[in-house]
């Protein structure tokens, strides 16, 4: 089955930019494009990096997973969700800008945020204002930041952890 990501808000362009920042992404993507992958396929394949990808690319919706059968017990196997992007989303200067500074931001500069943000949301979350007032960030790029990460989430008008 075809289906087509519409994307409509610029943030949602972080994930489909970061599922291609590196080679093993892109070549991870690539290979559940075109096949069902079990996790160890893609480990065999690409190693440590390629299952980093694979767990990057559930938590951002790109891949569909499905239960099969192996040797010894069932497998997890990833399929990319998507067949093919839309991308209709219009805003300020100012808010792409941040979006993009978020998508293409140093790991070192990204990691230092991250974890600011998730030591201040703590166990019970916040509120996304509460969060970006004390980052000292905009809403756009905390939007942003926590598309990008995988051990964030937005659920309504909080950020909360994942793990």
């Known amino acids: ?30 290979e559940v494009t075109e096949n069902w992958c079990t996790a160890k396929d893609i480990e065999n394949k690409f ?7 694979l767990k990057f690319f559930e938590k951002m919706n790109l891949v569909e997973t499905k239960w099969q059968s192996s040797e010894n017990e069932p497998e997890k196997a990833y399929h990319s969700f998507y067949s093919s992007f839309h991308i209709d989303a219009s805003s300020t200067v100012h808010e792409i800008s941040d979006i993009l500074a978020a998508a293409v931001m140093d790991d070192e500069d ?34 942003g930041l926590v598309k990008r990460s995988s051990r964030l989430e937005y659920r309504g008008h909080r950020i909360e952890r994942l793990l």
């Open 110 to 143: 990204y990691e230092k945020l991250e974890k600011k943000i998730y030591r201040f949301v703590g166990e019970e979350g916040k509120f996304v204002g509460d969060v970006a007032e004390k980052v000292k960030i905009s809403q756009t790029l905390l939007r």
């Open 47 to 53: 190693g440590e990096e390629g299952l980093d990808a």
């Open 1 to 30: 089955m075809n289906r087509i990501k519409v994307v409509s808000e610029a943030a949602e362009l972080v994930p489909i930019l970061r599922a291609v920042d590196t080679k093993v992404k892109r070549e991870v993507f690539k």
